[in-house]
């Protein structure tokens, strides 16, 4: 009974110390470029680092991907949108929860190199 005891607490430790793995509904708009984008973000969250691989689609149909490097800070986050297949270079989105949503939807806007886009992702 104390092995087993012993077993449990050890595996339970093992679980709050590893990434914590999500996976984000997302939605990109811009006013130009892209006008829309919609699919997934996968997401690990490891104390305040947020890694994690990006596919979409855009509306005329291509896929969309990338890889997200950031953190998360008071609730913020910030990522670094790396590797786009489409034009945006040296994109940084800034997001927060969105008001009234119950801390699942987050919205905030990326900025690229000479374009700017709003970006929605939700805790499936």
Do not use: H, P
């Not at 104390?2 to 607490?9: D, E, G, Q, S």
Request: hydrophobic share 40%; aromatic share 6%; proline share 0%.
């Amino acid at each position: 009974m104390i092995k087993l005891a012993m077993t449990t607490a050890l595996a339970a430790a093992l679980m709050t110390s590893s990434a914590l793995a999500a996976t984000w509904s997302v939605t990109e708009q811009s006013a130009a470029g892209i006008k829309y984008a919609s699919g997934t973000w996968n997401i690990n969250n490891e104390g305040d680092k947020v890694t994690g691989k990006a596919d979409l689609q855009l509306d005329t149909g291509a896929v969309l991907s990338y890889k997200l490097d950031g953190s998360i800070s008071g609730g913020v986050y910030t990522v670094n949108l790396v590797g786009r297949d489409d034009s945006k270079k040296n994109c940084v989105w800034t997001g927060k929860a969105a008001e009234g949503l119950g801390g699942k939807v987050f919205t905030g806007e990326a900025v690229c190199e000479g374009t700017k886009m709003t970006i929605r992702g939700g805790l499936q």
